[in-house]
Structures are given as structure tokens and as C-alpha cells.
């Protein structure tokens, strides 16, 4: 099969490139870390257990195999961060704590997006997210992610689109505002873009696009031996399956944490990358590749490494890339 409307990786690399040459992220051309943004925190360290190890191992599961009840506590601890903790963060345009996830995002597109920090970054972020909903919210689960292997070429029929237990459906037609389910009327105070303009969730369904999430993309990705191989096909095939099958907000590659869904999507991103891992585990535990940055600096390239600080912007301690690459004896998380 031709490669189920190419252009989807090419309108997602379009729009990011607007990332790479806006004021924030190039003023002066020259290269970007994530020091350039805030001065960070001190860095991750035994982030669930104490001395070094894990209290617990979270598992995190399918959305599709959770119980109804498990669905509402998710939803529920969502719709706290959305609307009863305040932002912490003091990032401009941050209302919710919602909001400080976003704009940890947003803020830094330019640097975790088409470069060897995409999946190391999403990985924590992920986690922040995980953390927040809690120990802020009190939600006693893992983070779920959604099996979109399973609803590849089908979006339009998947049950994570529920109007009671999932995310609600597709936009309307004219400003593509969902109208149901749990996150209907819902204010994003960040985005589109680097834009800081008060707008509704967007979502534009489809499931010609959601064809890449399909297991032989899956498969061709984790069958690449090296992270410099591997990396790029996720994000060009699986990753750009969810945000253009969803659309909307999730196609904006700067603010597309806007749409709940962005967090699931991202799981299984990263299940997909620790699948990957688990292959060669003691080697791809060290395998990190890629620049700094998508486009060339005028300093020139510069490398990722294991000892890269990835940046939260103080809503968890900040961690090396190193850090994260185990999700079991790092990040106290398994898949299941």
C-alpha cells in the first residue's frame, strides 16, 4: 500500500517547521537546549520509590481493557487538572495545571519534535502527566494508553470516542469544536500554535490517516536495529497515524496536548519505543541518536546524548535522558 496518504508526515513536518523558524525558537539563529527556556530544577531521581528503587511498578493498560469504573476515575482525575488545581508553573497564559502541561510542550516544540529528543521527551512527559493526575488529583491507576493497532483505519468506530466512558467524537462542521463528551466545553488557553488564544478542543476524526498506527508500521519500526532507524520511523509512522487520524488540535504539532487524547496517543508511542527496547534491552538501554534540533544551527549540529537534560519547566524535576530510557528500574512503570 502507497504510504497511506504520505502527506500526512509531510503536513505534520510542515507545520512543525513553523516551530523552528518563530521568534521563540530561533531569535538569534543560533542553537537551541532546553537550558535557553527556563534554569531547571534539579533532576529526576527515584521518582516513585526512595534510595534509589521502586515502592511499586505502575502498569499501564490498553484504554480499550479497562472497566467502566477504571475509565471514570481516568476522566474524572483528567477534568480535575482541567479545572480544580491551578497552574504552578507561572508560564504565560498557564490557568490549570492542565495549562503547565501544555506549555511545557508548546514552549519547547522546537527542540523535541524531528531530532533524537522526540521520544525521550514524550516519554517523561508522559510520566509528568501520570505523576500529576496522582498526586494532585488522586487518581490510583497507571497511565492508560490507547492501542491504536487495534483501531487503525477505523478511528470513527473506536469506543475510545465514547460520549460517557472515552473523549467524545469529532468536531462540527465550521469551527470543529467537539460538542460531547466529557471535554466539550472545555476553554484551552494555549495554542493553536504559540498563539495564547482562549479556544474549544478541535477535532477533525479520520480513518484514511489513522492507517499508519496499523501493526506493519508497528512492526516495520520495531524491526530496525539501531534508535537512528527506529526513532525516525515512529515518528513519521505511528506518531503521525494518531494526530492526523484524530485531527484538530492533535494535528497542530506545537499544542497538541490541548486534546486529552494527546496523552494516550503518546503512550502508546511510548510502548512502541519500549517494545523497540526490550529487544536488546541491555544495549538499547544506552542507544540514543539524532541532533539536538531539527534544523542545522548556525553553530552547527549538535548530538544527543545520554547526559542531555530534558525540561519540565519545574511541574517535575527535570531528567537526563539517561533517566528515562528504563521504564522499570527509572520510571517505576511497566506495560502490560
Known amino acids: 500500500m502507497v504510504s497511506i496518504r504520505s502527506l500526512l508526515a509531510i503536513a505534520l513536518a510542515a507545520a512543525a517547521a513553523q516551530v523552528y523558524a518563530s521568534p521563540i525558537a530561533l531569535a538569534d539563529h543560533t542553537h537551541l537546549s532546553i537550558f535557553d527556556y527556563a534554569s531547571p530544577p534539579s533532576s529526576l531521581s527515584s521518582p516513585q520509590g526512595s534510595g534509589g528503587g521502586c515502592s511499586e511498578i505502575l502498569q499501564r493498560r490498553a484504554w480499550q481493557s479497562l472497566s467502566a469504573s477504571e475509565k471514570r476515575a481516568y476522566l474524572d482525575a483528567e477534568l480535575c487538572l482541567m479545572w480544580q488545581i491551578p497552574a504552578q508553573s507561572g508560564l504565560a497564559a498557564t490557568v490549570s495545571r492542565y495549562d503547565d502541561l501544555i506549555k511545557a510542550h508548546q514552549l519547547q516544540s522546537g527542540v523535541v519534535h524531528g531530532d533524537g529528543w522526540f521520544l525521550p521527551f514524550h516519554r517523561l512527559h508522559m510520566y509528568a502527566h501520570e505523576k500529576l493526575l496522582r498526586e494532585e488529583c488522586g487518581y490510583e491507576g497507571a497511565q492508560p494508553y490507547w492501542d491504536e493497532e487495534a483501531d487503525a483505519g477505523r478511528f470513527t468506530q473506536a469506543e475510545i470516542f465514547d460520549t460517557e466512558l472515552g473523549f467524545g467524537g469529532t468536531g462540527r462542521v465550521g469551527d470543529r469544536c467537539i460538542t460531547d463528551g466529557p471535554f466539550a466545553n472545555y476553554t484551552l488557553h494555549t495554542g493553536p500554535g504559540y498563539q495564547n488564544t482562549d479556544h474549544c478542543i478541535t477535532r477533525t476524526i479520520s480513518d484514511l490517516e489513522s492507517r499508519n498506527s496499523a501493526t506493519q508500521f508497528v512492526e516495520e519500526c520495531l524491526a530496525l536495529p539501531t534508535f537512528a532507524r527506529a526513532w525516525p520511523c515512529i515518528e513519521s509512522r505511528p506518531h503521525a497515524g494518531g494526530h492526523a487520524g484524530v485531527g484538530g488540535e492533535m494535528m497542530n504539532p506545537i499544542s497538541s496536548p490541548g486534546d486529552p487524547l494527546f496523552y494516550l496517543h503518546h503512550t502508546f508511542l511510548d510502548r512502541v519505543w ?44 527535570n531528567a537526563t535522558v539517561r533517566e528515562v530510557m528504563d521504564i522499570k528500574g527509572g520510571l517505576c512503570f511497566e506495560y502490560v
Open 274 to 317: 519500549w517494545r523497540w527496547q526490550e529487544r536488546d534491552l541491555p544495549a538499547r538501554l544506552e542507544d540514543i541518536a539524532g541532533y539536538t534540533t531539527q534544523t542545522r544551527p548556525r553553530s552547527g549540529w549538535v548530538n544527543a546524548t545520554l547526559d542531555d537534560e530534558l525540561n519540565m519547566y519545574g511541574i517535575i524535576p
